[in-house]
């Protein structure tokens, strides 16, 4: 036999407390019962959120993927809590993946049968509302942060072989080591000049001042290529920060505007009901 939501764990859960018995009668009829084993992936990533989950015991852990391809998780959840809001509010996709981390039961509320709950209770307090606007900032702010992926690796990938290269010898000349090795080797060379009989330059150095020439433009031209290169670097990291903060913030308003304009039929409609 289907089992319904618990009524105790329904006043472990902070915006359910303020519902009347009725409501909350009425709210367990709605939901279904699930077990899943461990490891389990109950929400996919990217996937159509149609239902929310109350989680009765055990635990699950909410991750995704920046565009690295690593995985970065969120927190881990336990009994009287709940995933999934997000997406059921919406009607949109899931912004994480959930995985049961061990056994986990919870009980699922789809979205068809949160708006029957609205529709047959109108008066239901806005304090549910409320709480969910919250998560909604919550869970808008995780997207925020994993959607900023990790920028240097994408910039990584973004070089050729040549501007990797042209980087990796910039580093070398700026390094104590090279330094030192440039004022040995005028040292060497200025000494054995000094004590061969037959020099191998000139009492000038012109040899050496040539030498010296060469290297200084060919510094230059790699300073200023690395330049170039780390203008461009500049410019994929700031564009891409702003496309992820603009395209975070539309999402959190939008769900923040369904949120505002449920609590205001809400409001109507009960004001609606108080008129003579």
């Given at each position: 036999m289907p089992r319904s939501l618990d009524m105790v764990l329904l006043e472990k859960m902070p915006f359910l407390r303020s519902l009347s018995e009725t409501q909350r009668t009425a709210l367990t009829?709605?939901?279904?019962?699930?077990?899943?084993?461990?490891?389990?992936?109950?929400?996919?990533?990217?996937?159509?959120?149609?239902?929310?989950?109350?989680i009765?015991?055990?635990?699950?852990?909410?991750?995704?993927?920046d565009a690295g391809g690593a995985r970065k998780e969120f927190r881990a959840l336990g009994p009287g809590e709940f995933f999934g809001e997000v997406a059921l509010l919406s009607g949109g996709t899931r912004s994480s993946n959930v995985v049961a981390i061990r056994e986990v039961s919870v009980y699922a509320l789809h979205h068809e049968n949160l708006n029957a709950f609205l529709q047959v209770h109108p008066d239901i307090p806005l304090s549910m509302l409320k709480e969910m606007a919250e998560r909604l900032q919550t869970s808008g702010q995780m997207l925020r942060d994993t959607r900023t992926p990790r920028i240097a690796e994408?910039?990584?990938?973004?070089?050729?072989?040549?501007?990797?290269?042209?980087?990796?010898?910039?580093?070398?000349?700026?390094?104590?080591?090279?330094?030192?090795?440039?004022?040995?080797?005028?040292g060497?060379?200025?000494?054995?000049?000094?004590?061969?009989?037959?020099?191998?330059?000139?009492?000038?150095?012109?040899?050496?001042?040539?030498?010296?020439?060469?290297e200084g433009f060919v510094m230059t031209v790699l300073v200023l290529a690395k330049q170039n290169r780390d203008e461009k670097d500049s410019d994929i990291r700031t564009n891409r920060i702003l496309t992820n903060t603009y395209t975070t913030d539309q999402q959190i308003q939008q769900l923040s505007e369904k949120v505002e304009a449920l609590s205001q039929e809400l409001r109507e409609e009960r004001q609606a009901g108080s008129r003579p």
């Open positions: 009829d709605l939901t279904t019962y699930s077990t899943f084993p461990e490891n389990h992936l109950i929400c996919r990533e990217g996937t159509i959120g149609e239902a929310m989950y109350f009765e015991s055990g635990e699950v852990l909410s991750y995704t993927h994408e910039i990584a990938l973004d070089r050729t072989g040549a501007e990797k290269r042209v980087q990796t010898a910039v580093q070398r000349i700026g390094g104590l080591s090279f330094l030192f090795f440039n004022l040995t080797a005028c060497v060379w200025m000494g054995a000049n000094r004590l061969l009989a037959r020099p191998l330059d000139s009492r000038e150095f012109g040899f050496l001042a040539l030498f010296l020439g060469v």
